[in-house]
């Protein structure tokens, strides 16, 4: 079994932070890639920030600035500090891992996903 979870959701006021912490575990043969993901009430769910396994990040337009996101490797651990929230920030934040895994003969890319963790900043 491959677990991802998440940690560092609740509630805070615009303008204040949260660092968000995600660990995956079980028989994950290499990791590509972690990120977050977020989805509000009436919204698509949208990439927030990635990091690759060489260090290669990407934000959406929305956060960059007031986002970071960085990892652990030796713990398979992701993180996603969050400054100067505002309340458009509000959402279930969702910790995502693309890695490799054999399936019968072949190794493949397979995204892993966590329960989510709700993140309400208030005005």
């Known amino acids: 079994q491959v677990q991802l979870v998440e940690s560092g959701g609740g509630l805070v006021q615009a303008g204040g932070s949260l660092r968000l912490s995600c660990a995956a575990s079980g028989n994950i043969f290499s990791i590509n890639s972690m990120g977050w993901y977020r989805q509000a009430p009436g919204k698509q769910r949208e990439l927030v920030a990635l990091?690759?396994?060489?260090?290669?990040?990407n934000y959406a337009d929305s956060v960059k600035g007031r986002f970071t996101i960085s990892r652990d490797n030796a713990k398979n651990t992701v993180f996603l500090e969050m400054d100067s929230l505002k309340p458009e920030d509000t959402a279930v934040y969702y910790c995502?891992?693309?890695?490799?895994?054999?399936?019968?003969?072949?190794?493949?890319?397979?995204?892993?996903w966590g329960q989510g963790t709700q993140v309400t900043v208030s005005s």
């Open positions: 990091v690759t396994r060489d260090g290669s990040t």
């Open positions: 995502n891992a693309n890695a490799k895994r054999i399936i019968g003969l072949k190794w493949t890319n397979y995204d892993y």
